[in-house]
């Protein structure tokens, strides 16, 4: 079972893969028909779901609601011991990123055999020498 973390970047595709400006949706749906399958095992911080809702209301403010309440349903596992916020606050502190980005990342990075999966280039960049980070666009393992 391949074990991730998945940004709100990501978490957006699978709900708005019709949107226009929307890259590596099919990367997107692969990751999440393989959560469904059970071949994927999603692990999340604690402030996911509030960040993914932030995202939703400003992008598609008619489906939300019935978005979130969709995600909520999933039940997906919640790291949020104090070694995630103290790795977080360390990787806000050195790459110069908003904790909400490096608590993704810290989850991944203090679980074994996790990865980030993101699409935000610009953190991954900053973020690549720490490990245990992927861009969505280079999923390739589903």
């Given at each position: 079972?391949?074990?991730?973390?998945?940004?709100?970047?990501?978490?957006?595709?699978?709900?708005?893969?019709?949107?226009?400006d929307?890259?590596d949706v099919?990367?997107a749906?692969?990751?999440?028909?393989g959560?469904?399958s059970?071949r994927?095992?999603?692990?999340?911080?604690?402030?996911?779901?509030?960040?993914?809702?932030?995202?939703l209301?400003?992008?598609s403010?008619e489906?939300?609601?019935?978005?979130?309440?969709?995600?909520?349903?999933?039940?997906l596992?919640?790291?949020?011991?104090?070694?995630v916020?103290?790795?977080?606050?360390?990787?806000?502190?050195?790459?110069?990123?908003?904790v909400f980005?490096t608590?993704?990342h810290?989850?991944a990075?203090?679980?074994p055999d996790?990865?980030?999966i993101?699409?935000?280039?610009?953190?991954e960049?900053?973020?690549?020498?720490?490990?245990?980070?992927?861009l969505?666009?280079?999923?390739s393992?589903?």
């Open positions: 079972m391949t074990r991730v973390v998945v940004d709100a970047s990501v978490v957006v595709k699978w709900l708005l893969p019709q949107r226009e929307e890259a099919e990367q749906l692969r990751l999440i028909e959560l469904r059970g994927v095992r999603v692990f999340q911080p604690v402030h996911w779901l509030a960040e993914t809702a932030a995202v209301v400003r992008l403010p489906t939300a609601a019935a978005d979130v309440a969709d995600l909520y349903t999933m039940d596992p919640i790291e949020n011991g104090p070694n916020y103290l790795t977080a606050c360390e990787l806000a502190r050195s790459l110069n990123h908003h980005d608590l993704y810290a989850v990075l203090t679980l996790t990865v980030l993101t699409a935000d280039v610009r953190y960049r900053a973020a690549r020498q720490r490990g245990s980070i992927m969505l666009s280079d999923l393992f589903l």
